[in-house]
Structure formats: structure tokens, C-alpha cells
């Protein structure tokens, strides 16, 4: 069973045990409690559920059951609403979910598959990836009741390796849209590809195209959480764009992250290092000191910021057999790893193999 997981920071609804109370890995610590929500895609060859868990309840809330096929990406739109995909044929719906009410409606039906969708913070926008039945790309924008489409390049040879990303995300001010459709190693010198894009909202004009040469192959992109800052990997190492200068800078050079994640105060980005023997470890690196700390030893990738100084990310285990993201792969298992004691925690969910940080609710 494939579970993939959103959180969203919340007030206890009930009482119950908190999976951070859990035994730590690490004698005599325990990780800090906190309260939230998490969305779980569970997928099987029967079908796929989202369900909502409440850190303050004892169980799942099961809110909407699927047909067999990909596992629907979901997400928090708001407090009291979830936006997922429903892919069944023959069209594939972004549907919108009332936590309140309990009842789905359909946002967005096309025909095509939608592997990634985004709506603005203020709830205003939303975008999404079409990729047709001929699998040609397409990047469509809804604002102000009139939706704009943008034909993207083609990339042949999509899978499942860490290279291969797909992210739409809105900067903290809604007035730029990242989007990275990016696999390393069969893309093109940037910018041509047009495959790593920061749209201004206002008019869908380009604002900003990783330079090219230097910036050849960017991809792994986030936005700082309080300002128009990007961070994204390229060639050169980490580098960031300030929208408000529009300037190129190096953060750091010759790290090549995965999966990066900034912290709620923007003091540390959470990020995935693969070292030389391609075992991959979750490290934060601090932007006040300007240096790179390790969490835990052992196998770690996908870290995502759940408070300030608590985060979660995936176990990583050695391939039995052929995998495409390398020797190892997820396990299934997920830690929780406190800041402040360098402790983690079991967490009691099984088979996820993704986190994002874009689906943590703030607040």
C-alpha cells in the first residue's frame, strides 16, 4: 500500500495519543508534541482512500474512497478544505473536499493526467500540469474566472529517480508562480526548455528563467517562507532569486540537495544529500551561520518541516531488487526528528514513499 501524506497544523478536535509520543530511536529522548493534521493517500490495487488523522485522535477519518490507479495527489487548499485528483477515465477531475460538510465538488475536469496542481494562499488562483493523450505538456493558470494555457516542452524518459520533479508553488505574496518540470539528465541547457518558469500572477508574464550555461539542468526549487526569495540547485550549487531585486546569488556552492523545505521562522532549509556511496541523509542547513548539520545517521530523504523546530522525513533501505531512484528507496516508515534534542521518533504510518512541503498548512 503506497500512502503519501499533507499535514496542517490545527487545535486538537478530540482527545488521544499523539504519534509523537512515540518511543524515540534515541535512548531517553522523545520528540516534542505537537498538534496537526495529516492527509493519507492509501493506495492498494483496489483503490486508493485519503484519509484525515487528527494528532490529538486515536484513528483515520476516511473522506474519500477511489478506484483502482495512481495514487490521487491531495492536499490542503484551507483549514476546512482539501483539494485532490481524481484520475478516473475518462476524464480526470481536481475535486474540492468541505471538511465541514463532507462533500466533493469538481473545481477543474479535463481529459489528460494532472500530475501536479497548486491553488494560491488566498484561494483565489489555482494552477495545474495537463499532460494530453499524446503526453504533450501544458501549464494552464485560473485567475479571476479566465484560465490561460501554456504549451511546455515534451521530456522523454520520465520516472521515478530523485531527478525527476514536478512542483507548482506560490510565493508567500501570491504574486509569483514557480513551476519546475524538470529530469536532470534528459533536459536541455536552460532556458530553452522552458521547464523551470517563475510566472508574475498578475499577467502570466516570465519573471525570472535560470540563466543559461550556469544554470543549465536547475531544478529542486522552493520559496522562502516570508519572502519572494527562490531557492533552486543548479550546475554551480544552490543558488537564490530575489524578486524583489531580480538577482542571481550563490547560497552554496557545490551542494547538489534533493527535496528542500524551509523552516517557519526561514532560519534553516531541510534538505536531502546523497553522498559519494549514493546514500541519502537529511541535513539543515543554516542560513543565519551559513553551514550545513546532519540529522540523523542513518538513511534518511523527503524531510518536510511539520513546527518550527520539528521535522518529519522518510527511512530510506537498501534496493532488493532494480529500483530507478538509485540503491536505495524509501521503506515505508516515517521519523520525527526534534531540533532542538537532535532526536527522532517513529512515527506509526507505513508504506509512504512521498512528503511535500507544500502540503503543510501554516498556522
Known amino acids: 500500500m503506497l500512502i503519501t501524506l499533507a499535514a496542517c497544523s490545527a487545535a486538537p478536535a478530540s482527545t488521544g495519543p499523539s504519534p509523537t509520543s512515540s518511543t524515540s530511536s534515541t535512548a531517553g529522548t522523545t520528540a516534542r508534541a505537537t498538534s496537526y493534521r495529516v492527509l493519507f493517500t492509501a493506495s492498494t490495487t483496489a483503490g486508493s482512500e485519503i484519509l484525515l488523522y487528527d494528532s490529538a485522535s486515536s484513528a483515520p477519518q476516511q473522506l474519500v474512497a477511489l478506484g483502482a490507479g495512481a495514487a490521487p495527489e491531495a492536499h490542503f487548499v484551507s483549514a476546512q478544505?482539501?483539494?485532490?485528483?481524481?484520475?478516473?477515465?475518462?476524464?480526470?477531475?481536481?475535486?474540492?473536499?468541505?471538511?465541514?460538510?463532507?462533500?466533493?465538488t469538481a473545481d477543474v475536469t479535463v481529459t489528460g493526467y494532472v500530475p501536479a496542481f497548486a491553488y494560491s494562499h488566498s484561494g483565489s488562483m489555482l494552477a495545474y500540469l495537463l499532460h494530453d493523450a499524446n503526453n504533450k505538456p501544458s501549464l494552464h493558470i485560473r485567475h479571476g474566472g479566465?484560465?490561460?494555457?501554456?504549451?511546455?516542452?515534451?521530456?522523454?524518459?520520465?520516472?521515478?529517480?530523485?531527478?525527476?520533479?514536478?512542483?507548482?508553488?506560490?510565493?508567500?505574496d501570491d504574486k509569483y508562480l514557480l513551476m519546475v518540470d524538470t529530469f536532470v539528465g534528459n533536459q536541455g541547457q536552460a532556458p530553452e526548455t522552458g521547464q523551470f518558469l517563475v510566472l508574475r500572477t498578475a499577467d502570466n508574464s516570465v519573471?525570472?528563467?535560470p540563466p543559461s550555461g550556469t544554470s543549465a539542468n536547475a531544478t529542486m526549487a522552493t520559496w522562502a517562507r516570508h519572502s519572494?526569495?527562490?531557492?533552486?540547485?543548479?550546475?554551480v550549487g544552490v543558488r537564490t532569486w530575489d524578486a524583489e531585486v531580480h538577482s542571481v546569488g550563490t547560497l552554496a556552492?557545490?551542494?547538489?540537495?534533493?527535496d528542500p523545505?524551509?523552516?517557519p521562522d526561514?532560519?534553516?532549509?531541510?534538505?536531502?544529500?546523497?553522498?559519494?556511496?549514493?546514500?541519502?541523509r537529511v541535513k539543515l542547513y543554516d542560513l543565519q551561520g551559513n553551514t550545513s548539520v546532519t540529522t540523523a545517521p542513518a538513511p534518511r530523504s523527503h524531510p518536510i518541516f511539520i513546527?518550527?523546530?520539528?521535522?518529519?522525513y522518510l527511512e530510506e533501505q537498501a534496493c532488493t531488487s532494480e529500483c530507478l531512484g538509485g540503491p536505495s528507496q524509501p521503506s515505508g516508515k516515517v521519523f520525527a526528528y526534534n531540533l532542538a534534542s537532535k532526536s527522532e521518533t517513529t512515527l506509526p504510518f507505513s508504506d509512504v514513499h512521498s512528503l511535500s512541503q507544500l502540503s503543510v498548512f501554516p498556522g
Open 146 to 172: 479566465q484560465e490561460t494555457s501554456m504549451n511546455l516542452n515534451a521530456i522523454a524518459g520520465r520516472g521515478v529517480g530523485r531527478d525527476d520533479e514536478l512542483r507548482l508553488e506560490y510565493s508567500p
Open 253 to 258: 556552492s557545490g551542494l547538489h540537495w534533493y
Open 228 to 235: 519572494n526569495r527562490l531557492y533552486y540547485r543548479d550546475a
Open 307 to 312: 513546527t518550527g523546530d520539528t521535522l518529519w
Open 81 to 104: 478544505k482539501i483539494g485532490y485528483v481524481d484520475g478516473g477515465t475518462p476524464s480526470t477531475r481536481i475535486m474540492i473536499f468541505d471538511l465541514s460538510t463532507r462533500v466533493s
Open 266 to 280: 526561514d532560519r534553516w532549509l531541510a534538505y536531502t544529500d546523497v553522498d559519494a556511496n549514493f546514500v541519502p
Open 207 to 209: 519573471a525570472f528563467l
Open 261 to 263: 523545505a524551509p523552516s
